[in-house]
């Protein structure tokens, strides 16, 4: 059971349950249940409910981590030490927890917007924070949809992006809006004022955005990348 849509579908068939049924036990609605499954994604707080009322491990369900039995816990109390931002001192070992929104960022052909259900929490080192001169309110955590970025990102890698931080640097990556779509590209700064869009992968070409769009309304820079998590 590779896959979150696996382990729900388990849950259902262990507790004899159908998709109205799993539904009214997470408080939620029945086309809510086919949008865990088909997105393959659910947010921590519906989970932990289910997990509460089934007996099955929060960990085992997001992850895939563990027994599915919660009865005994595998896992060892976490030894990272959150704080709210307000209270960080500029230490090694205090820590932030950042919400992974249930969104992706296209690097293809596009789609997204960046409002979603929190599905779990990253924690990030205060220090690195700090240094970086990044503000935790500012950031957005989220998933990678595509190849347009590979080698330097993969089909459902996590980034974290900076939303503060919108100026564009040559060869820098950035998550962006062109018209409705939202993409993860690298950008490029035209001394006519216009911009250039690359991916990594140069089987996708560069795409121009024009000073009139920019102008209009129709481009926006989003936020720089300035973290990438990969499976390799």
Not at 169 to 180: F, L, S, T, V
Not at 195 to 217: C, H, L, W
Request: with cysteine; net charge negative; hydrophobic share 35%.
């Amino acid at each position: 059971m590779s896959t979150l849509s696996d382990r729900l579908k388990h849950i259902m068939l262990e507790q004899n349950l159908n998709q109205t049924e799993l539904a009214k036990l997470a408080d939620a609605s029945p086309q809510s249940v086919t949008n865990w499954l088909k997105r393959n994604s659910m947010s921590k707080n519906v989970a932990r409910l289910i997990c509460e009322k089934t007996g099955y491990s929060l960990n085992w369900l997001l992850f895939g981590m563990g027994e599915a039995d919660n009865s005994e816990p595998n896992f060892k109390q976490s030894r990272l030490k959150p704080v709210e931002w307000e209270d960080m001192a500029p230490t090694n070992t205090e820590f932030v927890e950042v919400p992974v929104l249930d969104v992706h960022l296209s690097a293809g052909d596009g789609y997204c917007n960046t409002e979603g259900e929190e599905m779990y929490t990253l924690p990030f080192r205060a220090y690195t924070l700090k240094r970086e001169g990044i503000n935790v309110e500012n950031l957005k955590v989220v998933r990678v949809t595509g190849d347009s970025m590979e080698p330097k990102l993969s089909d459902n890698d996590t980034v974290s992006i900076n939303t503060a931080d919108k100026i564009v640097r040559d060869g820098k990556m950035y998550a962006i809006r062109i018209g409705d779509v939202q993409k993860i590209k690298i950008l490029i700064q035209n001394s006519d004022g216009s911009i250039t869009v690359r991916s990594y992968n140069p089987d996708y070409k560069d795409e121009i955005v024009y000073k009139e769009q920019i102008e209009s309304g129709d481009f926006t820079v989003i936020g720089r990348v300035w973290w990438i998590s990969s499976i390799v």
